[in-house]
């Protein structure tokens, strides 16, 4: 079973930038597809970008697509979200997710095998 803490959230003006980490720990790291979701106050949590368990595809939600980039380092057992161009309605927790063998498609949706973080806050000042 694997572990999740999240962590680089903070305050950022807009167009700024971030790197969010989630540190993972207790599972065979490479053999998990990650994934960040978010939640806004007020609204359900969605999917921002994942990455298959052999690091070879990723997947965007349309609105951070182009502005943020989803990389794994399993030398290390972490993933990141590099985040650019930052706007207000980018302010959410974000939460990281794990999900055994899976694709970076699989990692959009919510499924019985998944772990999660417990988030961290990214909020975005105009």
């Known amino acids: 079973q694997v572990q999740l803490v999240e962590s680089g959230g903070r305050l950022v003006q807009a167009g700024g930038s971030l790197r969010l980490s989630c540190a993972a720990s207790?599972?065979?790291?490479?053999?998990?597809?990650m994934g960040w979701f978010r939640q806004a106050p007020g609204k359900e949590r969605e999917f921002v970008a994942g990455?298959?368990?052999?690091?070879?595809?990723?997947r965007y939600t349309d609105s951070v697509n182009g502005r943020f980039a989803i990389s794994r380092d399993n030398a290390k057992n972490m993933v990141y979200l590099q985040m650019n161009s930052l706007k207000p309605e980018d302010t959410a927790v974000y939460y990281c997710?794990?999900?055994?063998?899976?694709?970076?498609?699989?990692?959009?949706?919510?499924?019985?095998?998944?772990?999660w973080g417990q988030g961290t806050q990214v909020t975005v000042s105009s």
């Open positions: 990455i298959s368990w052999i690091g070879d595809s990723t």
């Open positions: 997710k794990a999900r055994p063998w899976s694709s970076a498609q699989g990692m959009t949706v919510p499924g019985r095998s998944d772990y």
């Open positions: 207790g599972g065979t790291f490479s053999t998990y597809g």
